[in-house]
């Protein structure tokens, strides 16, 4: 059963940082993308950034708020993905979800990833 526990979330002011972490279960994710989505109250969910590996390269992908801010990394050896979150703004509040892709492409849209980790909340105050 592959599971996926996301933790590191909290309340922070901004320009703090802040590091989520996403532990994977059940499944070598090794070839396959991981994401980052986040989802604020009446918004719709939009995938922060991504991250796959083929070839033996790693690719990275970033939405626009995101560049330069936020760095999305994985270890393989322990089946964990990290979303280090800097210089963090109140626009940032959300309930941020860790997802995998049984694939190797590159993709920011929700609908191609098959698992999904319970979800964890990010507060950023002023």
């Known amino acids: 059963q592959v599971r996926l526990v996301e933790s590191g979330g909290g309340l922070v002011q901004a320009g703090d940082s802040l590091r989520l972490s996403c532990a994977v279960s059940?499944?070598?994710?090794?070839?396959?993308?991981m994401g980052w989505f986040r989802q604020a109250p009446g918004k719709e969910r939009e995938c922060v950034a991504a991250?796959?590996?083929?070839?033996?390269?790693?690719?990275?992908y970033y939405v626009d708020s995101a560049k330069g801010r936020f760095t999305i990394s994985r270890d393989n050896a322990k089946n964990t993905a990290f979303l280090q979150m800097n210089s963090v703004k109140p626009e940032d509040t959300a309930v941020y979800y860790c997802?995998?892709?049984?694939?190797?492409?590159?993709?920011?849209?929700?609908?191609?990833?098959?698992?999904w980790g319970q979800g964890t909340q990010v507060t950023v105050s002023s």
């Open positions: 991250i796959s590996w083929r070839g033996g390269n790693t690719y990275t």
């Open positions: 997802a995998a892709m049984t694939d190797a492409k590159a993709s920011m849209r929700w609908d191609e990833y098959d698992y």
């Open positions: 059940g499944w070598s994710f090794s070839s396959y993308t």
